[in-house]
């Protein structure tokens, strides 16, 4: 990257990130299309995860009537609904060896080794997932999950989507609504996305945020 | 921005997704800038956190025998020593309401509204914090650090720096040794960044993911 494309990029990274608010209501005649939405499934899938272990599933909901009574779940947040489209960020019920070793296979396949040659790794992130306790295990999962909120909110900004990060809602209504236990899952961030109202109170409000002389320590 | 704005916009994004990588090995005489350095701590800065809390700060850490000596406490680790620049990602070692009424505080400040106009605000956002335990408070603001994570790693790699994000080390060690707690914090994520070491061993491994149906549920 030249001088100059490193100060256009730099420009455009700070317009995107001050550009972004937690949009508290969506323009829900704006759509995004097929194309828009398999551009944000992918920027998940190629989200960093510890290990890369990936313990993870991503749900779009698309069925309105669902989307309708989970409002009620989000603290009556109607964004659930009239936003674009309705993600809901999920760690898996639960993180086992055996999540190691398909993931060590995959490893195999995708850089053509053999899985005796992973097997130092393999048994590393064994230990890191036995050695924790199921409460312990879960949190570390879900922590993993703001990871790919970060990406997702910075790629959205980006591409001119809007967002809203939610964390204020009933994880248990939403796992029994949209039956995420039985398929070995937990709701543990919900992200709707589209296109902020040209009538959002919050757009015009000013970002607050510490100076970074209160933020940032250097040693 | 138009639809050609958005393709090329679209095709950066998955190029830059698709060239970060964790780095192992970074090129020790490839420095960042004071004003690339800014940059980065200025990305953190803007990175979203739940209700705009921004339990945190972010240290440098520029000396470089701290960060030799943090290597061993780093899984021996060496990039937090090699790298340009090495970011610990801390929480504030204890939230409490008075951190809310700060914050209310410098949200009236910039936006030009009285304190009364937030208090209801305000007891929302205390009734969160003081409705966790405290170390469900230490949680709440260590899963915060993720975004700042996948914010800040996403940000790197558009303007073609590279990073590895660091669970591995000894969050104790770290604390002595920078004097975090009597800076009334507490180290969580341990981010060297820099340029990538033109050998190093893992940059030309093909990335592994699972597929997006794998991953993905429509409802």
């Known amino acids: ?27 829900a005649e704006k ?8 551009l944000l499934l992918e920027v998940l899938r190629l989200t960093p995860s510890s290990y890369g ?3 993870w ?26 936003a674009s ?3 809901v960020l999920c760690r898996k019920s639960s993180l086992n060896g055996e999540d190691v070793e398909q993931f060590v296979q995959e490893i195999a396949e995708t850089r053509g080794v053999s899985t005796e040659e992973l097997a130092g790794y393999e048994n590393m992130m064994k230990g890191a997932v036995e050695g924790r306790t199921k409460d312990e295990r879960a949190v570390w999962m879900e922590k993993q999950l703001y990871i790919a909120l970060g990406n997702l909110m910075t790629a959205c900004a980006s591409l001119g989507i809007d967002s809203c990060p939610m964390e204020g809602f009933d994880a248990g209504a939403y ?3 949209l039956s995420l236990e039985e398929k070995g899952l937990n709701a543990v961030l919900v992200v ?28």
């Open 1 to 27: 990257m030249s001088h100059t494309e490193y100060q256009t990029q730099a420009a455009a990274l700070l317009e995107t990130l001050s550009w972004r608010y937690a949009v508290k209501k969506f323009d």
């Open 192 to 219: 709707p996305v589209g296109y902020r109202a040209e009538d959002d109170a919050y757009a015009p409000l000013a970002k607050v945020r510490k100076p970074l002389d209160e933020l940032i320590v250097r040693i």
């Open 85 to 87: 489209h309705l993600l």
């Open 31 to 38: 759509k995004l299309s097929e194309e828009q939405l398999q």
């Open 175 to 177: 796992d029994e609504l």
């Open 57 to 82: 599933k991503f749900v779009v909901v698309e069925n309105s009537d669902l989307r309708r009574e989970l409002i009620k779940h989000s603290w009556n947040q109607d964004q659930v609904a009239d």
């Open 53 to 55: 272990l990936q313990a």
